[in-house]
């Protein structure tokens, strides 16, 4: 079955420390995203990118890192400038633009 | 940037009742999309519907877009329990204005709660 896998499901971080969250899809889309969603908010955009090797900040990238490797792969590196980390972490692709967006399930970051 | 904004932000009601949840928006809009999630769960695309249309019909979901008043409404009909969620409307960007964008923006969403 095509889909979106994010791994892990559950993460804890110690401060200071960096962690990089996986996002895998095999739906062959070339658009991939990653947004934050806080309790009880919307999802805000952290980076995006459009096709291989090319990636663009969305609006709180401060804190985050991406790459781009490979079509199928996104993964998301929340380093220790990120000050406020603990959040639930949705990836997202789309087959181009803002056609309908296929998500994962989600991560959810939790700083000890 | 841009942000969909829904109304109201919690909803509860009787099984087998209409379910309306409104969204408004900022600027000039290409698409506009409703989505779902349940809780704790990622999101669920549910539909799109393009600037050039006012009304657009999927099962029991029925949305509504006048870009005159920058907003769309999402009509789930006859609900049922397992309905309840947490709907958000998103919205990209005109990209003929030059104000388009080629990722989405999300409103904060409606908690809807179907009681049994």
């Known amino acids: 079955d095509g889909g979106i896998t994010q791994s892990p499901k559950y993460l804890f971080r110690k401060e200071g420390q960096n962690v990089t969250l996986s996002c895998e899809q095999n739906l062959n889309h070339d658009a991939m995203y990653w947004y934050r969603q806080d309790p009880g908010q919307g999802l805000r955009l952290i980076y995006y990118?459009?096709?291989?090797?090319?990636?663009q900040k969305g609006d709180i990238a401060e804190g985050y890192s991406v790459s781009r490797e490979k079509k199928e792969s996104f993964p998301l590196t929340v380093t220790s400038a990120q000050k406020n980390p603990t959040a639930f972490y949705l990836c997202?692709?789309?087959?181009?633009?803002?056609?309908?967006?296929?998500f994962g399930s989600g991560t959810r970051l939790t700083v000890v | 940037s841009q942000q969909g904004e829904e109304d109201p932000q919690a909803l509860s009601i009787q099984e087998g009742e209409n379910a309306t949840m409104n969204c408004s928006y900022k600027t000039s809009i290409n698409n506009l999309q409703w989505y779902r999630q349940n809780s704790g769960r990622g999101l669920v695309h549910l539909i799109l519907i393009r600037s050039n249309e006012r009304e657009k019909h999927s099962g029991r979901l029925r949305v509504t877009l006048d870009t005159s008043k920058k907003s769309s409404s999402l009509l789930i009909t006859a609900s049922r329990a397992a309905d309840t969620a947490s709907y958000f409307c998103?919205?990209?960007?005109?990209?003929?204005?030059?104000?388009?964008?080629?990722?989405?923006?999300f409103g904060k969403g409606t908690k809807l709660s179907v009681i049994p």
């Open positions: 998103a919205t990209d960007g005109d990209l003929y204005s030059g104000a388009g964008s080629y990722q989405l923006t």
């Open positions: 997202a692709s789309s087959i181009w633009g803002s056609e309908g967006y296929t």
């Open positions: 990118s459009q096709i291989v090797n090319d990636f």
